[in-house]
C-alpha cells in the first residue's frame, strides 16, 4: 500500500474514533433532536445561512466516514427545513457523501481487491461494466440494503464516478423524501423503525426491481423488432441447421442429434474443416517427419556413428495426404450420418431466421448455428499476387521443396512451418515486423524458440516489415523496411502466416444485418446468440480463440443453447483455455503469463524448474526447456502455466485439470508421478514452490528437536 493510501486510512481511523470516544453519538438521537429542536430552530431562524452550511458539512462528515446517524440528520433536516429544502440539502449532502465513502474504498482498496481476487470478479466486473447503473438504482431504491456498505462496495467495482454520484442521488431519493417528510412530524414520531411499514418497504422493493425487469422488457421487445420484417413458419423442417463442418460444427452437429433432435449439417467444401484438411492434422504430419530428420541429422548425440535418410519431398507430402485420409474417417459424413445428423454438401445462404437455402431448396429450422470456420489473412502488400505466394490452405499442394523459402508471420503456423521447412532443407528466412516472434508468450519464452530456430540455420529477420513484392530478371525479391533501410531478401516461394480472418461472407450475413466485430468475427453476446437469438455462431467465424480446441468447446454451448435456450441458457466458459506451438521446443501455456499479469495489474508469485535437470530428459537427449508457473502470491492456486520443452503440450493438460477444478500446487505435489517421465517436471516446479514457502520458523524449533534428539 503507498504511503498515501496509508494517510487516507490513518485520517479516516482517527476521525471515527473520535466519534466513539467523545461519545458523539449521543447527538444524533432521537431524543437529543426533540430535546432540542427548539434551540436549533431559534438558531436558524437567526443564522439561516450558517446552520445550513454547517448541517451540510456535518451530513457529508457522517456519511462520508460512514458513521450511524445519517437517519437522525434526514429527519432533523425535516424538522428544521420543511419538506423541500430539508430534502434538497439531504439529497445532495448524502449524493456527495456516498461519493466521497465509494472514493475512499476504491482509493485505499480497490486496486489489492483486483489483483488478488481479479479471476473471479471477472464476471462480476463485466456485469458492473454492462448493467451497473441498473444494480446501483435497484440498491439505493430499497432501504433494506445499508447504504454505507453499498457505497463502500461500489468503491471497488469499475463503475464510474458521475454514474455512481447521479444514479446514487436519484436512487435514494424517494427514501430521502420518506424520511424528511416524517422529520416535519418529529413531535409524533416515538421511533425509528415505525417510519417504514412493511408495505412501504414492499413498495420500495417492487420500484427497485422495476428498472431490471423493465430492461428484460426492453431486451424482449428489442429481440422480437428484428424479426418484424421475417414471416416465421409454422411448422419447422429442423430443430437446428448448422453451417460448417468443421471442429464447431460437427461438434454441434454431434450434441444436437445425440440429444435426438433433428439437425442438418451444411458444408461447402470437405468434411473436417480446416483443422482436418489443411491446418492441425497435415501440419502436424509434417512436422513429425521434419522431426524424423532433425533426429537423423543429431544421431550422435544418441550413440550413433552415422544416419543418413534418402527422401523425396513428394513422398513426405503424399504422407501428408496419407494421414489426412487415415483421419478423414472421423469426421466423414458417412459417420455423421450414422450418428442421426443429415449431410448436405453445398453452400448455404441465410435467406432468414428460420430459412437456409441449399442446393436450389429451402429448409426450415429453429435455431440456426454458423460455424463457418476462418481462412489465412492475406496483407495488401504491393506485388504480392504477381510474386505468388503460399498460404496454410494452399501450402499442401507443393511437391517440389522450394530452395529458398520466405515466411511472413513470426506466430504459430508461421513458426511452426519456418522450422519444419528448414529441417527438410530449404533455406528459410522468417520475417516479423514485431521485436520478437510468438509475441504472445513471454519473451525469454520467445527467445527460447528464437535460439534454436537459429541453431537450426533459419535466418530470422525481426522488426522487419514487408513493404513489396518484386520479380527482377526472373528472381523474386522481398523489400522490407528496417532500421529505416531497404533491405532485400531473394528466394523462390513464401508463406503468408500473418493470421486469420472469420469467414463472414456470402452466406446471408450481410443480407440479415448481422454485425461484425473489430476482429472481424461475427458479433455474439455471451451465450453466443447473434442479434437474432435464435442465430448462433461458434469457432473460428465467432472468436476470440481460434483453436480447434476451443472450437469444439464453443459448440456445446451454441447446440445446448440453441435447442434448449427457451428453458435454460448457458454463458460459454472461457476461464481456462490452453493452447500450444508444435515448435521445438514445444511451447504449451494455460491461463496467464506474466506479460498478461502486469498488463492486468494482477498480483502473482513465479516459481519455474529447469527440464534441463529431469532424469527422464536427460536420458532422451531432450533436457532443456521449463515449467513455469505463476500463482496467488503466498497461495499454491494457479493462475498460468507455461511449458517449454519435449511433449509440453501432453504435459500441460495436468495444469489444465488443475486449474479448471481449483487444484493448488499442493496437491500436484501430493499426486504419484511415474518415474521417469517428462511428467515428473510438473511434480518438480510444485515442489520447488513448497520450498519457498516452507515455514522457516518451525523448521528452525525442527532442527533443535532432532538435535535434541541425538543427545
Not at 100 to 119: E, I, P, T
Not at 359 to 384: D, E, Q, S, W, Y
Amino acid at each position: 500500500m503507498t504511503k498515501g493510501r496509508w494517510l487516507l486510512v490513518v485520517l479516516i481511523a482517527v476521525l471515527v474514533a473520535a466519534y466513539f470516544v467523545f461519545d458523539l453519538g449521543q447527538y444524533f438521537s432521537l431524543g437529543y433532536l426533540k430535546s432540542q429542536q427548539a434551540a436549533i430552530d431559534a438558531y436558524y431562524g437567526s443564522n439561516p445561512l450558517q446552520t445550513v452550511a454547517a448541517f451540510f458539512l456535518v451530513y457529508v462528515a457522517v456519511t462520508g466516514l460512514s458513521l450511524p446517524g445519517a437517519t437522525i440528520m434526514t429527519l432533523a433536516a425535516g424538522a428544521i427545513f420543511g419538506l423541500l429544502w430539508g430534502t434538497i440539502i439531504v439529497s445532495f449532502a448524502s449524493s456527495i457523501g456516498a461519493t466521497l465513502s465509494f472514493l475512499a474504498s476504491r482509493f485505499v482498496l480497490k486496486d489489492s481487491v483486483q489483483a488478488k481476487f481479479g479471476d473471479k470478479l471477472r464476471a462480476i466486473n463485466a456485469g458492473i461494466e454492462k448493467d451497473g447503473a441498473f444494480y446501483l438504482f435497484t440498491l439505493r431504491l430499497v432501504p433494506a440494503f445499508p447504504f454505507f456498505v453499498i457505497n463502500l462496495v461500489m468503491g471497488l467495482t469499475p463503475i464510474r464516478i458521475p454514474t455512481f454520484y447521479w444514479i446514487s442521488q436519484l436512487g435514494m431519493l424517494a427514501g430521502t423524501i420518506v424520511y424528511v417528510n416524517a422529520g416535519t412530524e418529529i413531535a409524533k414520531i416515538d421511533r425509528l423503525s415505525g417510519i417504514l411499514s412493511p408495505t412501504l418497504l414492499a413498495s420500495f422493493t417492487l420500484l427497485g426491481l422495476f428498472p431490471l425487469i423493465a430492461k428484460k422488457v426492453l431486451e424482449l421487445v428489442k429481440a422480437r423488432k428484428v424479426y418484424a420484417r421475417f414471416r416465421r413458419p409454422r411448422r419447422f423442417d429442423c430443430n437446428v441447421i448448422v453451417i460448417g463442418a468443421g471442429s464447431a460444427g460437427l461438434v454441434s452437429s454431434y450434441i444436437a442429434a445425440a440429444v435426438k433432435a433433428k439437425v442438418t449439417l451444411i458444408e461447402m467444401h470437405r468434411m473436417g474443416g480446416d483443422c482436418l484438411n489443411t491446418g492441425c492434422v497435415p501440419s502436424k504430419a509434417l512436422i513429425r517427419s521434419a522431426k524424423f530428420l532433425s533426429h537423423v541429422k543429431r544421431a550422435a548425440e544418441f550413440g550413433m556413428r552415422e544416419a543418413r535418410a534418402d527422401y523425396e519431398f513428394a513422398d513426405v507430402m503424399e504422407r501428408v495426404q496419407r494421414v489426412i485420409g487415415e483421419v478423414e474417417p472421423h469426421d466423414s459424413a458417412e459417420r455423421y450420418t450414422g450418428l442421426g445428423v443429415e449431410c448436405i454438401q453445398g453452400e448455404a445462404k441465410i435467406l432468414s431466421p428460420w430459412e437456409v437455402r441449399v442446393n436450389g431448396n429451402v429448409l426450415t429450422t429453429r435455431a440456426i448455428v454458423i460455424a463457418a470456420g476462418a481462412r489465412p489473412f492475406v496483407p495488401p502488400i504491393a506485388g504480392i499476387e504477381q510474386a505468388g505466394y503460399f498460404t496454410s490452405d494452399t501450402v499442401w499442394n507443393l511437391r517440389r521443396l522450394p530452395a529458398r523459402l520466405v515466411v511472413l508471420g513470426g506466430g504459430p503456423i508461421g513458426c511452426e512451418l519456418t522450422q519444419a521447412f528448414a529441417r527438410f532443407g530449404s533455406t528459410v528466412t522468417q520475417v516479423e515486423m514485431l521485436p520478437r516472434i510468438m509475441i504472445r508468450e513471454d519473451p525469454e519464452i520467445s527467445e527460447m524458440v528464437l535460439a534454436r530456430f537459429r541453431a537450426e540455420g533459419v535466418d530470422v529477420k525481426l522488426e522487419h516489415k514487408a513493404r513489396q513484392f518484386l520479380v527482377e530478371n526472373g528472381e523474386k525479391i522481398l523489400v522490407c523496411e528496417h532500421e529505416g533501410r531497404e533491405i532485400r531478401i531473394a528466394f523462390d516461394a513464401v508463406l503468408v502466416a500473418v493470421g486469420r480472418v472469420a469467414n463472414t461472407a456470402g452466406y446471408g450475413l450481410e443480407e440479415l444485418g448481422i454485425p461484425v466485430t473489430k476482429q472481424r468475427t461475427v458479433e455474439t453476446n455471451d451465450f453466443l446468440q447473434t442479434i437474432y437469438p435464435n442465430i448462433y455462431a461458434c469457432g473460428d467465424v465467432a472468436g476470440p480463440y481460434q483453436f480447434t480446441h476451443t472450437a469444439s468447446h464453443q459448440a456445446w454451448y451454441a447446440a445446448v443453447n440453441a435447442l434448449f435456450g427457451g428453458l435454460r441458457k448457458f454463458r460459454a466458459d472461457y476461464s481456462v483455455i490452453p493452447w500450444a506451438t508444435f515448435t521445438e521446443p514445444e511451447v504449451a501455456r494455460v491461463g496467464l503469463n506474466e506479460t498478461e499479469a502486469r498488463e492486468k495489474n494482477i498480483a502473482y508469485e513465479v516459481t519455474t524448474y529447469g527440464i534441463d535437470d529431469l532424469d527422464r530428459a536427460i536420458a532422451d537427449s531432450e533436457a532443456h526447456g521449463l515449467v513455469k508457473v505463476l500463482t496467488v502470491p503466498g497461495k499454491d492456486k494457479i493462475l498460468g502455466v507455461t511449458i517449454v520443452g519435449e511433449h509440453a503440450g501432453d504435459l500441460i493438460a495436468e495444469y489444465i485439470m488443475a486449474m479448471r477444478h481449483g487444484i493448488g500446487l499442493n496437491k500436484v505435489l501430493g499426486t504419484i508421478h511415474i518415474y521417469p517421465t517428462m511428467a515428473e517436471a510438473n511434480k518438480y516446479v510444485a515442489g520447488n514452490w513448497k520450498r519457498a514457502h516452507a515455514p522457516q520458523g518451525l523448521l528452525k524449533w525442527v532442527e533443535r528437536y532432532h538435535a535434541w534428539m541425538r543427545g
